[in-house]
């Protein structure tokens, strides 16, 4: 079955230093993986997207991922923090060889606080 | 577009009365999912629908829980009678042909409290 490990709950951060928010997933074959972000008291929001292609994948609001098949690793990055990046981060994964469903992997979140 | 739309944005109920949620999807998406998000569980996918069939209602809680959705641009989630332990976010969120990649639109959410 397909899954998706963020292994930090929290990540800290100092404004104008580089981020790394972590993700690996497991799946039996090849997996769409996605980014989502929620800011306090609002739904999730799409970030970006992997699905096929290059694998830097560059999103909203300067964020960026790279997919690593041998790591099974979909970390998601930024060159440079703001305050307004602190928000809960989801990654996500669907395995695009089940047909059974529509429904993806949702990972359990990483806090991300950038300290000014 | 005005994205999903879900309402009540919060809710406040006593143990033992129904409660309603309702989602309008964003005009075109072919499926819609209810996510409930706690502390504790994080997010859960209650049921999903597409074309307005439900196809997966697993994570489903309990038959204090039930969704409809009659037509392509409206869902309800409906619990009844509610406790207290139902109390979280509920999500819903609609996408298009995510066999192919789409991802998903989420509503802002419906804050229930069930004292």
């Known amino acids: 079955a397909q899954s998706v490990a963020q292994p930090e709950d929290q990540v800290n951060v100092a404004e104008g230093n580089p981020l790394t928010v972590k993700c690996t997933y497991s799946?039996?074959?090849?997996?769409?993986l996605f980014w989502y972000v929620q800011y306090p008291n609002r739904g999730l929001q799409f970030l970006l997207k992997y699905i096929t292609g290059d694998n830097l994948v560059k999103g909203s609001y300067g964020f960026e991922a790279e997919f690593n098949k041998s790591q099974t690793s979909f970390h998601l990055k930024k060159p440079s923090a703001l305050v307004s990046d602190s928000a809960l981060y989801f990654c996500a994964v669907r395995d695009i060889r089940r047909n059974y469903g529509q429904n993806f992997v949702f990972g359990p979140g990483t806090r991300l606080s950038v300290l000014p | 577009d005005a994205g999903v739309i879900q309402s009540p944005r919060h809710e406040v109920t006593e143990m033992g009365q129904e409660v309603t949620l309702r989602c309008k999807p964003i005009?075109?998406?072919?499926?819609l999912f209810w996510y409930r998000q706690t502390m504790m569980r994080g997010l859960e996918l209650l049921i999903y629908?597409?074309?307005?069939?439900?196809?997966?209602d697993s994570g489903m809680p309990e038959d204090r829980f039930s969704a409809k959705m009659p037509n392509a641009s409206f869902s309800t989630l409906k619990i009844q009678p509610s406790e207290p332990r139902d109390s979280a976010v509920y999500f819903c969120a609609s996408s298009l042909d995510v066999g192919r990649g789409g991802g998903y639109t989420f509503g802002s959410g419906t804050r229930l409290t069930v004292v």
């Open positions: 799946v039996s074959g090849n997996p769409y």
């Open positions: 629908f597409n074309n307005n069939v439900p196809i997966d």
């Open positions: 005009s075109g998406h072919n499926s």
